[in-house]
């Protein structure tokens, strides 16, 4: 064999690659550890973050909540679970349980019914119809701030567009924010419109997920429009409206900030939801114990409800 072809041969031979099974044990530690530790790395600005803005608020809430505090916030004494029993012995607490409830059956299934309607009729891919599904998410870009703000002007008892439509066609106008028959169905209003952007979108994504193929086939069988949405369009759509069910419900319990720029809990607590009644115990009667531990109760009333839901209907979701 010549020269050239040794070079040849010894260039051409396969290398041999060595793999993290065929490493000593001291090397398969060392690179073990290392990626562990390369992953912490890339953790650590997001559970800094958290640990910063969730979990110490988190265990600060429980330390104050067996405490009672000064009007500065500051820890007087250990009152143990006596801000608890305060609570769950006090009327207002269940008044505020149950305007939250009300509230909660007024706003969910409106905001969820009425988005989903309207996500079913935009789908279809008609001349216009970007037009009309731009108007239907406008209200996710607008802040709770804004939207009460424009909803005050709406509900004005003089001024207001809606009791200027009521004299239009001959009703007397309503005092919706002063008279407490109507402030929580007009909170109410004002939240299922500003919720309404989001479901939409929401819905009409998984909407846009489902085949073409399956409407076809629908068709093909004789199945109508409304036959075919309500028996095969709406179980495949089940993930989507078990989801935003969840993050609705959630997001009711926590209403807060159009009800004080609206109402402030008024006339007569008649809008004074959970949230509004921690918040007056804890920032306008100083009483921060107490007030942590509304929002631990709270808290376990959410995950409460969140269980429920995953336990008794996510049985009724179909999972492609």
Not at 70 to 77: F, I, L, M, N, Q
Not at 209 to 233: H, L, M, W
Not at 262 to 284: E, H, M, R
């Amino acid at each position: 064999m010549s020269t050239l072809d040794q070079d040849l041969t010894i260039t051409n031979a396969p290398k041999k690659i060595t793999t993290r099974a065929e490493l000593p044990p001291r090397s398969m530690f060392i690179s073990k550890w290392s990626e562990t530790l390369l992953g912490y790395i890339f953790l650590f600005p997001s559970l800094l973050l958290f640990g910063v803005f969730l979990f110490y608020p988190l265990i600060q809430t429980f330390y104050l909540s067996m405490h009672e505090t000064d009007p500065r916030g500051r820890v007087a004494s250990f009152v143990g679970l006596d801000n608890f029993t305060a609570i769950f012995t006090s009327e207002k607490f269940y008044k505020s349980l149950e305007v939250t409830g009300l509230f909660t059956i007024l706003t969910v299934p409106t905001s969820i019914a009425l988005a989903l309607l309207l996500a079913a009729l935009t789908h279809n891919q008609l001349k216009g119809m970007r037009f009309f599904q731009f108007i239907f998410s406008l209200p996710v870009v607008l802040s709770v701030g804004t939207s009460s703000v424009i909803w005050m002007m709406l509900f004005h008892p003089s001024v207001g567009m809606l009791n200027y439509l009521l004299q239009l066609v001959g009703l007397e106008p309503v005092a919706w924010l002063t008279d407490p028959r109507w402030a929580l169905l007009s909170v109410s209003l004002m939240t299922v419109w500003m919720n309404l952007g989001f479901n939409y979108i929401v819905l009409f994504s998984g909407l846009q997920g489902i085949p073409d193929e399956i409407y076809d086939s629908a068709k093909i069988d004789g199945s109508g429009p409304i036959r075919t949405f309500v028996q095969i369009i709406l179980p495949l759509l089940s993930p989507t409206v078990f989801f935003v069910t969840i993050v609705s419900i959630i997001g009711a319990f926590q209403s807060f900030g159009q009800i004080h720029i609206l109402t402030k809990g008024g006339p007569v607590n008649s809008t004074d939801v959970l949230v509004y009644n921690l918040y007056q115990d804890a920032f306008i009667n100083f009483r921060f114990g107490t007030g942590s531990a509304q929002a631990l109760v709270l808290f376990t009333i959410i995950l409460i409800f969140t269980f429920v839901q995953f336990k008794v209907f996510e049985r009724n979701v179909h999972y492609q």
